[in-house]
């Protein structure tokens, strides 16, 4: 992790809880770094991200979560109802010029969709 020399770092299979994907980062990754962890409910699995804060290169701006969608997957214009079996991770950064900018952190399979 510290080769990568990363500011943002996206877990797809990380941890149930913040507290330890922030150890993570506490003990093994140089720099101050501020985790977070979209839970997913009844999974040991989830997306999170971890910031790093001591550059002071980047500021979290808005985190959101995402339930279910519809989308019309057989174009007959009936939209149908999907959930994510993990909930993707949605979150709006800032870098020092105040320009904004977005990552989706996902957790992709053939389920499904």
Same mark, same amino acid.
């Given at each position: 992790?510290?080769?990568? *020399?990363?500011?943002?770092?996206?877990?797809?299979?990380?941890?149930?809880?913040?507290?330890?994907?922030?150890?993570?980062?506490? *003990?093994?990754?140089?720099?101050?770094?501020?985790?977070? @962890?979209?839970?997913?409910?009844?999974?040991?699995?989830? +997306?999170? %991200?971890? +910031?790093?804060?001591?550059?002071?290169? &980047?500021?979290?701006? *808005?985190?959101?979560?995402? =339930?279910?969608?519809?989308? =019309?997957?057989?174009?007959?214009? @009936?939209?149908? %109802?999907?959930?994510?079996?993990?909930?993707?991770?949605? @979150?709006?950064?800032?870098? &020092?010029?105040?320009?904004?900018?977005? +990552?989706?952190?996902?957790?992709?399979?053939?389920?499904? +969709?």
């Amino acid at each position: 992790m510290n080769e990568l *020399d990363a500011d943002v770092v996206v877990v797809v299979e990380g941890p149930d809880r913040t507290e330890e994907l922030q150890l993570l980062f506490d *003990d093994l990754v140089a720099g101050e770094w501020q985790a977070h @962890i979209q839970k997913t409910k009844g999974s040991q699995q989830n +997306i999170g %991200i971890a +910031i790093r804060t001591d550059t002071r290169k &980047l500021g979290l701006s *808005d985190m959101q979560t995402f =339930d279910e969608f519809t989308l =019309d997957v057989e174009d007959d214009s @009936i939209p149908e %109802i999907y959930t994510f079996e993990r909930r993707p991770l949605y @979150i709006e950064l800032s870098d &020092l010029r105040n320009c904004r900018f977005r +990552i989706v952190g996902l957790h992709l399979k053939s389920k499904a +969709i």
